[in-house]
C-alpha cells in the first residue's frame, strides 16, 4: 500500500454544510496534496473548489486534477486565477517549502484565508513576512500538520 492509495476507492456521497469554506487547493503532485484532497472529500465543514499545479502535465498530477473534476471543482491555470476567484474563501498550499512565503503573503492580499502544509518555512524573515500579512489583514492562517 502506497500513500497514493486513498485514491482508489469511492467515498460516500457527503453532504457539506450550507456555510462550508471554499477551499483551493495549490500543489496537486505531491502525497499531501493527494491527502489533502482525500480529507476535504470527507469533511463537511470544507468545499474543495478547485486546484492549481504549477505543472500540470506532470503525470503525477493527473489523478489528483481528475478527482477535483469529479467533485465539482475547477483547474485554475495560474496562482493569479486561483487569487482572483471571488469564489475561493481560503487556500490550501502543499507546494515545496520555499513557495509557502510568496504563496501565503500573496494569498491574504488577496483576502483569501491560508492553509499551509509543514514546513511553514525555514527561514524566520519569511514567517516574519507572512505573520506581517496575517497581521495586515487579521485573515486566518494555519499551518497543517
Known amino acids: 500500500m502506497t500513500r497514493f492509495a486513498a485514491f482508489s476507492s469511492e467515498l ?11 477551499v483551493a487547493l495549490v500543489g496537486l503532485a505531491g502525497g499531501i496534496g493527494y491527502c489533502h484532497i482525500r480529507e476535504y472529500e470527507k469533511n463537511p465543514q470544507f468545499q474543495l473548489v478547485g486546484g ?10 493527473a489523478d489528483a486534477m481528475a478527482r477535483i473534476l469529479k467533485l ?30 510568496p504563496m501565503a503573503v500573496a494569498a491574504m492580499h488577496a483576502g483569501k484565508h491560508v492553509i499551509v ?4 518555512t ?17 485573515l486566518v492562517g494555519c499551518v497543517q500538520m
Open 12 to 22: 460516500p456521497h457527503l453532504q457539506k454544510s450550507s456555510d462550508a469554506v471554499r
Open 117 to 120: 502544509e509543514k514546513p511553514l
Open 52 to 61: 492549481y499545479d504549477k505543472f500540470p502535465h506532470d503525470p503525477k498530477v
Open 72 to 101: 465539482g471543482g475547477k483547474l485554475y491555470r495560474s496562482f493569479d486565477e486561483v487569487l482572483a476567484d471571488p469564489e475561493v474563501e481560503a487556500v490550501d498550499i502543499c507546494t515545496p517549502h520555499h513557495f509557502h512565503r
Open 122 to 138: 525555514p527561514h524566520v524573515d519569511d514567517l516574519e513576512m507572512m505573520l506581517a500579512a496575517q497581521r495586515k489583514t487579521g
